[in-house]
């Protein structure tokens, strides 16, 4: 059995990290060949979908390892996030929409009228949150309309909701953005060179971010600042968790590959 096999079928449906990160962990190659890897996400059967920028489509890799195009003859397809009903949520760059597929496949537009929405998540309401690059917000889908959640902001790719209802917030154009509940914004990015548009959140509230425009995944801390939690990639840009919660997933434009980051 390979190593990415045992990986897979080890994988439980929750997409939570419990515990304490590793501090330097080790980077381990799990797939190769994709072109400009970005959003990435587990449904509740193990199933890894995996936005392809360039080649304009999604694929899936089955908890047996195989690989196959799970959607294709997008635009600029960047984050993905899969919701609470089971439905794969994709974001175009280029065309400004956000895209809703059925587990088999079947598409249908999800929302229009975005500015170049980038990263994907849901909140811990369950609403949808798209970073929509152009206009320095973070927006929700309410009865079809796009209702803003954070504004202000600078060129936002990514963001989660935290346990007490504050955010942290991506930012490619500068900065990790730290909204506590009252609004007050604390600064965590002083290290990042790009941060992209991933970003994941674990259940205790640790939250990670992928340096885009450097070398390293961080976690964020807090109170301000952050720390490497692994280095050596070439531009790290999306990140999900391990459905077994052991590990977070890199997904590196740079080379092509998605990663294996072990959390303590």
């Known amino acids: 059995m390979t190593m990415t096999r045992r990986f897979l079928l080890t994988a439980a449906a929750s997409t939570i990290i419990t515990g304490n990160p590793a501090r330097a962990a080790m980077p381990e190659r799990l797939w190769e060949g994709f072109r400009s890897p970005v959003g990435m996400g587990f449904d509740a059967a193990g199933n890894l979908y995996i936005t392809e920028w360039s080649a304009g489509w999604v694929s899936r890799i089955a908890p047996d390892g195989s690989r196959s195009t799970f959607a294709d003859g997008l635009s600029g397809p960047s984050g993905l996030a899969v919701g ?3 439905m794969i949520y994709v974001a175009s760059y280029s065309s400004d929409v956000v895209w809703r597929f059925t587990p088999d496949g079947q598409r249908s537009t999800h929302i229009i009228g975005l500015a170049t929405p980038a990263g994907l998540s849901f909140d811990r309401a369950g609403r949808l949150m798209i970073a929509n690059r152009r206009t320095d917000e973070i927006l929700t889908v309410e ?11 600078r060129t936002p790719v990514g963001a989660v909701q935290t346990p007490d209802g504050g955010y942290v917030v991506s930012n490619i154009g500068g900065g990790v953005t730290i909204i506590r509940p009252n609004g007050t914004r604390v600064e965590a990015g002083q290290d990042f060179t790009t941060p992209g548009p991933g970003i ?4 205790d509230g640790r939250v990670f971010v992928a340096d885009y425009g450097g070398t390293t995944v961080r976690e964020i801390l807090m109170s301000g600042g952050s720390q490497v939690l692994a280095d ?6 999306g990140l999900v968790v391990s459905p077994d919660g052991r590990a977070l997933l890199a997904a590196d434009w740079g080379n092509g590959a998605v990663w294996r980051i072990p959390l303590g």
């Open 84 to 86: 609470p009903e089971g």
């Open 143 to 153: 009865d079809g309309r796009l209702v803003p959640v954070i504004g202000g902001l």
């Open 200 to 203: 994941v959140q674990t259940r």
């Open 232 to 237: 050596g990639f070439s531009s790290p840009v």
